[in-house]
């Protein structure tokens, strides 16, 4: 079960750009699940989960992208296990639980590195998840730089490393800001609403394109790459939408 990380990384792909291409990993048996009943804070997965808790509390607020990406990471976890809905619950008690404070951080990191203490690679991948977690709103505080920077170091990671996905996440944002000419009427347009719907109509017309263009839900119909390339891209729109009239709006 160790390779968990690997297959849930690539939640990453519809959340930023479409450059981000979803990772592909050789001789993992998906159909092969597994048994736990121990405390998922002796895990990766609750560890993990942990650490993202401790991000997301970071800013002190959850922005829309972020609580999808959560929602989407305890789905994507859960099912590679044979217990799979006593695992969601777990898990979602881990993040309730250790959002309450900053304190036992770096333990959580030392449990995570002896666990991973021969995959480098693997720790370089939980940072960018992280990172990614962080920097979603699009707004990356000195808190939230703060957070990660301390894991980085507790996990062992190299700071050219760090300090490489830092600048490389900045840059994606800023070029992606430089570049948005999406107006507020091509955003309501996108959406399928106008600006005469209430916000629970907007929402609910935000939720439904999600669940139509979800590059998990396009794969499983069997389509091509190309087509499951082109809904990650429209989910893309979907959201940056969403979030430019929630700010409009002031919600």
């Not at 990191?109 to 480098?120: D, F, G, P």
């Not at 699009?138 to 830092?166: P, Y």
């Amino acid at each position: 079960m160790k390779l968990i990380f690997l297959l849930f990384v690539g939640i990453v792909l519809y959340f930023i750009a479409k450059n981000y291409k979803t990772e592909k990993f050789e001789n993992i048996k998906l159909n092969v699940k597994e048994k736990f009943t121990g405390d998922l804070m002796n895990h990766e997965a609750g560890l993990l989960v942990a650490l993202m808790a401790k991000v997301a509390k970071a800013d002190g607020e959850v922005c829309e992208l972020e609580k999808e990406m959560l929602k989407h990471t305890f789905n994507d976890i859960s099912r590679h296990f044979e217990n799979q809905d006593e695992i969601k619950v777990k898990l979602q008690k881990i993040y309730t639980k250790e959002q309450e404070s900053f304190d036992n951080t770096i333990e959580i990191c030392e449990k995570l590195y002896k666990i991973t203490k021969n995959h480098y690679q693997k720790r370089v991948k939980i940072i960018e998840y992280l990172l990614n977690l962080a920097f979603i709103d699009k707004d990356f505080s000195q808190t939230e730089f703060m957070i990660a920077e301390d894991i980085a170091n507790a996990l062992k990671i190299k700071r050219a490393d760090f300090e490489n996905l830092v600048n490389t996440f900045e840059n994606f944002y800023k070029q992606q800001k430089e570049s948005q000419a999406i107006s507020i009427d091509k955003a309501y347009a996108v959406l399928g609403s106008s600006q005469n719907d209430d916000n629970n109509t907007l929402k609910k017309n935000y939720r439904k394109l999600v669940k139509e263009h979800h590059p998990d839900i396009v794969a499983g119909r069997g389509e091509s790459q190309s087509i499951i390339d082109e809904a990650t891209r429209k989910l893309q729109e979907i959201n940056e939408a969403y979030e430019m009239i929630k700010k409009h709006r002031g919600i």
